[in-house]
């Protein structure tokens, strides 16, 4: 049996002065599906697409290229807007060499408290799947783990935190980009971030 390489993320977190919303995914794709040096990199993840119907009404807002999202674009957006970026693995085995994270297998997840402790602005952390869900889920204190478009509390390093489930960005999520903006819209409105 042939043993799998572990993967260390490729992406130090992304976390601006202002940030007030932690945006959590599980772990990039393989570097060959990246269309720019930055979160969601992937052309078919449609993170971005959501953002920019949600903030621009144009869900080309932060296409660079057909092929390609804009760095530059989506960093100044998050710098703008709050929004600090990362993941919830450090370090992974790809199970089956994809981006699927039914095949991640997570060797160190991330330590939140470390993360949370230098954004102290921070209210919230939102999470775009369900092995984003399980993996920190498990390194947080006791929390009740939120229904897709919801959110729960929770309390660490002394302040507490709105922890929000929304749905994937991922294409094999089978909604359609439109519902996924939706659900992502009422929780941008609920942490007045606009």
Request: contains cysteine.
């Amino acid at each position: 049996m042939e043993k799998k390489e572990v993967e260390q993320h490729p992406l130090g977190f992304f976390l601006p002065e202002n940030t007030k919303l932690l945006m959590l995914g599980s772990f990039p794709p393989p570097l060959a599906r990246w269309s720019m040096n930055f979160y969601y990199p992937n052309i078919q993840n449609d993170m971005w697409r959501i953002l920019g119907l949600i903030f621009y009404h144009n869900k080309e807002y932060f296409l660079e290229t057909k092929k390609a999202f804009s760095e530059e674009k989506a960093k100044a957006f998050c710098r703008e807007k709050g929004i600090g970026i990362g993941d919830t693995a450090m370090e992974v085995i790809r199970l089956k060499g994809n981006a699927s994270d039914n095949f991640l297998q997570v060797v160190t997840p991330l330590n939140p408290a470390e993360v949370l402790a230098k954004i102290p602005a921070c209210e919230a952390i939102v999470v775009t799947g369900q092995k984003a869900m399980d993996t920190l889920i498990a390194m947080l204190p006791p929390v009740e783990e939120p229904k897709v478009g919801s959110y729960s509390r929770f309390t660490l390093l002394g302040r507490v935190f709105r922890l929000y489930r929304m749905p994937s960005s991922s294409r094999a999520y089978p909604k359609p980009l439109e519902e996924k903006a939706a659900a992502y819209k009422v929780m941008f409105e609920e942490l007045d971030i606009s």
